[in-house]
Nanobody, 123 residues
Framework: QVQLVESGGGLVQPGGSLRLSCAAS????????LGWYRQAPGKRRELVAA???????NYAGAVKGRFTISRDNAKTTVYLQMNSLKPEDTAVYYC?????????????????WGQGTQVTVSS
């Protein structure tokens, strides 16, 4: 069983910063690609940032230069540093992980989601 637990969301004023964390636990053989998504009310879930196992990053245009994704493989954790926050960044943020497990003599990979953490940017 694999779980992703997010933390770090909250209410912040425009221009402020927040750092989201997502810790993976369970029978994990390897963390592969990791990502952060967000979903605002009435909108579709969208990719915010992603990081490969090799450390290559990719950002949505709306957050490039303001958000930074990073990972700590030893802690099986992915982070999202969010600076210069804007009201339009308000959403529920979800982490996503492609995880390889080893069980019964076989390796297999699955996609996992966290429960989401609310980020509200408002004065």
């Amino acid at each position: 069983q694999v779980q992703l637990v997010e933390s770090g969301g909250g209410l912040v004023q425009p221009g402020g910063s927040l750092r989201l964390s997502c810790a993976a636990s369970g029978s994990i053989f390897r963390l592969n690609a990791l990502g952060w998504y967000r979903q605002a009310p009435g909108k579709r879930r969208e990719l915010v940032a992603a990081i490969t196992s090799g450390g290559t990053t990719n950002y949505a245009g709306a957050v490039k230069g303001r958000f930074t994704i990073s990972r700590d493989n030893a802690k099986t954790t992915v982070y999202l540093q969010m600076n210069s926050l804007k009201p339009e960044d308000t959403a529920v943020y979800y982490c996503n992980a492609d995880i390889t497990k080893f069980s019964g003599g076989f390796y297999y990979s699955n996609d996992y989601w966290g429960q989401g953490t609310q980020v509200t940017v408002s004065s």
